[in-house]
């Protein structure tokens, strides 16, 4: 039998889930600093209280979207392309599953690191963080696999790769055209050689 006290904790987890979730997609649209209480429990169906019980702050709020779109960009966008060899062929593999997250919708604003960088770029404080670790992980994880493909200098070649992503996802939000992203895609692997 389930006590009353581990009846909440798992309310209180799916909550934490679901405000996490809507507050990272609403990050895509409006930006981080848009998330607030009322708009969040509007968006969930979640009470103002409930939210207000599993995150304290609307700052909490705020690194809470950041670290499940970290989860979400790590189950579908790397995982993907894990099972690949190291360097050209898990590039490839990774240009391959962030269009594929991008045309699947995960996040109705595009890239979830693209929007939340620009946002949060010139600040300070724990959301900023966040934001920044999120985005110094995947230029990371950029360079080792152009080191493993053998290139001449890694983090020039991870700064390019990730700006044709960064600009085909920009583009494709504006000017509302998927084909931007297969523009990118092109671009992205050429510096493959």
């Given at each position: 039998?389930?006590?009353p006290?581990?009846g ?76 690949h060899?190291?360097?050209?062929r ?5 240009v ?50 152009f ?5 001449a ?21 504006l ?16 510096v493959?050689g």
């Amino acid at each position: 039998m389930v006590s009353p006290v581990d009846g909440r904790r798992a309310r209180g987890d799916v909550t934490r889930r679901t405000a996490a979730r809507k507050a990272a997609e609403i990050a895509t649209t409006h930006g981080l600093d848009a998330i607030t209480v009322g708009a969040l429990a509007t968006a969930t169906g979640l009470s103002k209280s409930g939210i207000l019980t599993v995150f304290a702050t609307r700052e909490e709020i705020q690194v809470a979207a950041v670290a499940e779109a970290r989860r979400i960009y790590q189950a579908t966008v790397i995982a993907p392309a894990w099972d690949h060899e190291p360097g050209d062929r898990r590039l490839r593999a990774l240009v391959d599953s962030w269009i594929a997250y991008l045309l699947d919708g995960v996040f109705p604003g595009g890239c979830f690191v693209a929007a939340t960088s620009v946002e949060y770029g010139h600040r300070r404080g724990p959301v900023a963080d966040a934001v920044r670790r999120l985005k110094r992980e995947w230029l990371e994880l950029l360079e080792s696999e152009f080191a493993a493909a053998g290139s001449a200098d890694p983090s020039a070649d991870a700064f390019t790769f990730d700006a044709l992503l960064t600009a085909g996802n920009v583009r494709r939000e504006l000017f509302g055209d998927d084909r931007e992203l297969e523009t990118a895609r092109r671009l992205a692997l050429a510096v493959l050689g």
